[in-house]
């Protein structure tokens, strides 16, 4: 086990890496109802849920396993989610194909190059699909909002693959920065695409949207690429290249 690794090797070697790696980091960070995130380090807790198992037999590997000082906590494993309910029955680690998890790696390896006391955080990384089609069957919006948040059930989405992560930045004293809106929030505000219009009104502070750009910013250079409507979603690849490379994860 590799304490706090960080991506500077190759690619090649990187990928042998995540193939040979047996031991997985299990240390866990509790969901707070505020802005902030703690490691409970003295317990460290080991999924055991039949999600985590399919998972690992999936080839899907715990981005701790690479790199622990990326944080982790899933909103769709707890009651902090737009359903208030906990979707992924006991899973709380963030599992991802390897290549994938060495882009996230790579994003966390330049945020710490800019700023030593920040840490990546996960808020949703592979999503499988029965999950995605819960989630739009009991969200309680008309379709034609829905489809700006989630995809459709008869779509699949990049998150199907873990080919695309939640994620944000925690700061200093483990405390999430402030990214204009909360994670998950079903609104304009939360739109990259709208971002010039909240600026020059005001409801989008200078602060957050510097802390967006930053994100941004390292996520697009490690290889993803982020979207118009949600500031927290990056994309590894395009749907043609996930269904070729990883294997949907239903």
């Known amino acids: 086990m590799l304490k706090g690794f960080q991506i500077t090797i190759l690619p090649l070697i990187l990928i042998w890496f995540c ?21 409970n380090a003295k317990n460290p807790d080991k999924d055991t849920s039949f999600l985590e198992k399919h998972l690992i037999q999936k080839n899907l590997i715990n981005i701790h396993s690479l790199d622990t000082n990326i944080r982790v906590v899933l909103h769709y494993a707890t009651d902090q989610n737009f359903l208030h309910k906990p979707l992924y029955n ?17 994003a966390q390896y330049y945020l710490h190059e800019k700023f030593p006391d920040y840490n990546i955080i ?13 989630m739009w069957e009991e969200l309680d919006l008309p379709s034609s909002e829905k489809i700006n948040y989630l995809a459709h059930p008869d779509d699949i989405s990049l998150h ?7 994620v944000g930045i925690i700061g200093q004293n483990d405390v999430l920065l402030d990214m204009g809106s909360p994670f998950d929030h079903f609104g304009e505000l939360s739109e990259p695409k709208l971002e010039k219009q909240f600026s020059e009104s005001g409801q989008l502070l200078p602060c957050a949207l510097n802390n967006r750009l930053l994100l941004r910013k390292v996520m697009e250079r490690a290889g993803f690429t982020s979207i118009t409507s949600e500031w927290w979603h990056f994309n590894s690849s395009s749907k043609l290249m996930a ?3 990883f294997e949907l994860i239903e």
């Open 19 to 39: 193939r040979c790696t047996s031991s997985v980091n299990t240390s866990k960070i509790e969901p707070r109802t505020n802005n902030s995130v703690t490691a």
């Open 90 to 106: 006991g899973l709380t680690q963030c599992y991802l194909p390897c290549e994938v998890a060495i882009k996230l790696c790579n």
């Open 122 to 134: 996960v808020f949703d990384a592979v999503r499988p699909l029965h999950i995605q089609k819960k």
């Open 160 to 166: 199907n693959y873990g080919a695309a992560v939640d």
């Open 243 to 245: 269904s070729k490379k």
